[in-house]
Nanobody, 120 residues
Framework: QVQLVESGGGSVQAGNSLRLSCAAS???????MGWFRQAPGQEREFVAK????????DYADSVKGRFAISRDNAKNTVYLQMNNLKPEDTAVYFC??????????????WGQGTQVTVSS
């Protein structure tokens, strides 16, 4: 069993930055970790993912060049550095972990979510 706990959300003005953290407990060896987000009235969407070795990283087109995902396996933690935030980034951000597949990463374990609000 894996538990994920996010932190770092908040309210900022457009153009500012936030860093989200997700601490994992349990079996994380060789896992893929990543972030999804869900805005009010919208479906949950993929944001970024990172392989266990950090050699493979992918982003949604909407955040490329502004967000950076990283992980520290010694701390069982994945991070999402969000720069140049826009109002359309407003959403609940969820940390996710998939024990097996990078290519079909959808998240098997989920955190409780952390709110990010960006005002114009």
């Amino acid at each position: 069993q894996v538990q994920l706990v996010e932190s770092g959300g908040g309210s900022v003005q457009a153009g500012n930055s936030l860093r989200l953290s997700c601490a994992a407990s349990g079996r994380t060896w060789n896992s893929v970790m990543g972030w999804f987000r869900q805005a009010p009235g919208q479906e949950r969407e993929f944001v970024a993912k990172i392989s266990f070795t950090s050699r493979r990283i992918d982003y949604a087109d909407s955040v490329k060049g502004r967000f950076a995902i990283s992980r520290d396996n010694a701390k069982n933690t994945v991070y999402l550095q969000m720069n140049n935030l826009k109002p359309e980034d407003t959403a609940v951000y969820f940390c996710a972990l998939d024990p097996d597949s990078y290519s079909t990463f959808q998240g098997v374990y989920w955190g409780q979510g952390t709110q990010v609000t960006v005002s114009s």
